[in-house]
């Protein structure tokens, strides 16, 4: 009897702490994320705010601007726009959504799980020109900032009769993370196949996995959120109490100057050293054969269009450049480049898309990169000034006139000199 009282002690707390976690975990409980943990996460780019739903949910409701892009953002000089709304009171409160290796499938994911809090927003999409090489997004990078509860969600709202929703499955299963759980492959599976999901998985992703994941999400996320605020506020402190883009752009040559000192590339002292100095010789005429026109990346883009299309959101696109003194010393052309910004405004334009900041030309003036392929001092600047015109606009019911074309091989591979 002794040894069944012991066992009972040992036993006993361990059915509670199962019984209790099976409770948090589905039951119907709702944890809240208060407006101080939205304003954090705001400027965190941390991975699992990106994974994660209620808070850039909450941070919708409550007026911020989302803006999706991915390692630019974490630039954050006295000219990025989280910093110049905080100084001006720009009359938008940024929301970063991106990290390096987030692409178009990461963003389509993201958005889609945002649902009716998307709905009549406006966003501004950051596009980078290295998305688009010939492989597509990078699985590695793309399984980084996989989320199940986002998979979740697109596969209980997926329609098998959209081509949209069955290439999104097609390319969820083209990588590691879309094949990592059995009972979300299949479905997966069903949607890119047309057909309906069986029975058992709509219950074990649609009913039991979904509740799981949401409060793993409202329980967790908000404890790993790396904390910028102050570092937001250190950036405030040279600016000018007044808000006049001549004397800030004088302002960002100055510190641009400043802090280029090292190298002949207009490039910032503490990346060129850390990351370029070493290697610098053997990336000579290194990418005279880089291209930016081909591949899956296109159609990968469609996806987050259709996305804004389905909830009427109005974006504004930026199209960043590449530092000029770099593509001369790496061999990249200016051409090609030119040729990406033909056919990626071809798919905005001839959609309806038509708020485009076109900056790939901009990156031989002096100190708007930071580095090799990021805007920093007078970039920001300039982006800073579009995004505050955009958001000052009336914000109109848009009329997009999709085509899914632009989820075709013919596109992927479509030569952008054959453009009208």
Do not use: C
């Not at 992703?205 to 999400?217: A, M, P, Y």
């Not at 409202?218 to 790993?224: D, E």
């Not at 752009?249 to 070493?278: M, P, V």
């Amino acid at each position: 009897m002794n040894n069944l009282k012991k066992l009972g002690k040992i036993i006993a707390p361990m059915i509670l702490a199962a019984v209790l976690a099976i409770a948090l975990l589905y039951g119907p409980w709702h944890f809240p994320a208060s407006s101080q943990t939205v304003k954090k996460a705001s400027t965190s780019l941390t991975a699992n705010v990106l994974r994660g739903d209620q808070i850039k949910d909450k941070a919708l409701d409550d007026g911020y601007l989302m803006m999706m892009g991915s390692s630019e953002l974490s630039r954050f000089d006295s000219f990025h726009p989280s910093v110049l709304s905080q100084k001006y009171h720009r009359g938008y409160k940024p929301f970063l959504l991106g990290s390096p290796g987030t692409q178009s499938l990461t963003h389509f994911f993201s958005t889609e799980a945002m649902g009716k809090h998307l709905d009549n927003k406006r966003v501004v999409v950051f596009i980078s020109p290295q998305w688009f090489v010939k492989e597509g997004v990078d699985p590695r990078m793309f399984g980084s900032y996989y989320s199940k509860q986002q998979a979740t969600y697109f596969i209980n709202h997926a329609n098998p009769n959209s081509l949209a929703d069955r290439y999104a499955a097609r390319r969820l299963l083209a990588m590691p993370s879309g094949k990592s759980d059995t009972d979300i492959e299949n479905s997966l599976k069903a949607i890119a196949d047309k057909r309906a999901i069986s029975g058992w998985d709509k219950f074990t992703v649609g009913k039991l996995g979904s509740v799981n994941l949401r409060h793993q999400d409202q329980i967790f996320t908000r404890l790993f959120i790396d904390n910028r605020e102050q570092l937001i506020d250190n950036r405030t402190r040279v600016l000018p109490d007044h808000y006049d883009y001549q004397r800030l752009d004088q302002l960002a040559f100055d510190l641009g100057k400043e802090h280029t000192t090292n190298n002949e590339f207009g490039i910032e002292n503490k990346f060129y050293q850390r990351k370029l100095k070493r290697y610098v010789k053997g990336l000579k005429n290194s990418q005279t054969h880089f291209t930016y026109e081909y591949g899956p990346e296109f159609s990968d883009f469609q996806l987050l269009l259709n996305q804004f299309q389905r909830h009427h959101v109005t974006p504004l696109f930026v199209i960043t450049p590449v530092n000029g003194a770099w593509m001369d010393y790496t061999g990249l052309h200016q051409s090609m480049l030119d040729r990406f910004d033909r056919k990626i405004k071809y798919q905005l334009q001839s959609q309806g898309f038509n708020n485009i900041v076109d900056l790939h030309r901009d990156g031989r003036i002096p100190f708007f990169m930071q580095d090799t392929i990021h805007i920093g001092w007078r970039g920001w600047l300039r982006v800073d000034r579009h995004i505050h015109h955009f958001v000052q606009q009336p914000l109109k019911q848009p009329n997009y006139q999709m085509n899914d074309y632009f989820y075709t091989k013919k596109w992927q591979k479509r030569n952008p000199q054959t453009l009208p």
